[in-house]
């Protein structure tokens, strides 16, 4: 036989070799946990549309959030279900908010965990879209700028609350340059923003929205998130958040962008953040439940293709699992 001078087959006979000229690392730093927390219980609720994934009471969020930690995480992401929904979206910017006092609580008792507030008023709309709604006849509008201006109120209650990220995930344009302002003048200079640069409107979203009890009562998100078919607007975007001072940039969702991850990581190489969102996460689950494939197997080998592709952070609902899966 011919002699090769590279051999590949030569670097896998053993789990050592493989293990040595590993290129990519799962780690526990690698991950951020979603955590629901809703005013309305007392106890936590099960969200049946993505088993093993809980609303929690303030109280129990703590001892959530401790757990994470425990298990070597380091940050979570906060979403909160309010007792009241309005047409104002109040519940998002008061001072005694349901996101706003969980961050208190936690700060107060995991001082060392990063806290991540979604910024984003859907779940405290009465209409369940992201912004502020005009309805002229058959259509409705999501208002701009005036969505921008409850934005920039949330994020700033969050950052007093003690966040130590404000992440929105709205899609309005000029959020992030009007939050970025409003958090200087408040004083927060170091709270950082971790934007959702391209969020994709997405089939994927469905569960979130059981969890998050937000699906829209009319129409659908399509004209604030983007459409599938555009890897350039999305580069773009991502773009536009970078100049107005994202200080990390994410893509939602996640495997079937991972060429925008790629490219997002590759042209801008600012932290990179990806979504792995709540349909992802339902579809692997369903499949495991039929036992027709591995979960943890399949867990790792989505987060293992996220990283390659250039993921800093990885959001995803298996964050505590992998975490013990992936330590020492
Ligand atoms: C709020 C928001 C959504 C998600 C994160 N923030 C839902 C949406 O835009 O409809 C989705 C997360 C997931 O599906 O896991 N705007």
């Known amino acids: 036989m ?17 293990d040595l000229v590993r290129e990519t690392n799962l780690d526990p730093h690698d991950f951020v946990l979603p955590l629901f927390v809703s005013e309305k219980i007392n106890t936590r609720r099960p969200i049946p ?35 009241i929904k309005d047409e104002q979206a109040s519940g998002a910017y008061a001072e005694n908010g349901v996101v706003q006092q969980a961050v208190r609580a936690l700060k107060e008792k995991s001082p060392d965990l990063a806290v991540i507030t979604d910024v984003c008023l859907c779940e405290y709309m009465s209409h369940g879209h992201c912004g502020v709604t005009r309805i002229d006849g058959d259509h409705f509008h999501v208002l701009n700028d005036a969505t921008v201006d409850l934005l920039v109120k949330t994020a700033v209650s969050h950052a007093r609350a003690g966040a130590d990220l404000v992440a929105p995930s709205d899609m309005m344009d000029g959020r992030i340059g009007a939050i970025r302002e409003a958090l200087d003048d408040a004083g927060f200079e170091e709270t950082g923003i971790l934007s959702y640069a391209a969020k994709f409107a997405s089939v994927f979203y469905g569960p979130f929205r059981d969890a998050a009890e937000s699906p829209p009562q009319f129409g659908d998100r399509r004209s604030y998130q983007m459409d599938c078919a555009n890897a350039e607007e999305a580069l773009r975007e991502v773009a536009l958040d970078i100049d107005e001072g994202a200080d990390i940039v994410m893509v939602k969702p996640a495997l079937p962008y991972i060429d925008v991850l790629w490219r997002v990581r590759e042209r801008f190489a600012k932290p990179t953040a990806v979504y792995h969102v709540s349909g992802e996460y339902a579809m692997v689950k369903a499949a495991a439940e039929k036992g027709v494939v591995d979960e943890r197997a399949a867990v790792l080998e989505i987060t293992t293709s996220l990283k390659r592709a250039g993921a800093d952070i990885i959001v995803t609902y298996w964050a505590r699992e992998l975490a013990q899966w992936t330590r020492g």
């Open 49 to 83: 549309s993505m088993p093993g994934v809980f609303q929690f009471s303030l109280k129990e969020v703590v001892d959530e959030a401790r757990r994470a930690q425990d298990a070597g995480l380091q940050a979570v992401l906060l979403f909160g279900i309010p007792a």
């Open 2 to 18: 011919r002699r090769l001078l590279h051999r590949p087959r030569r670097l896998r006979r053993s789990a050592a070799l493989r």
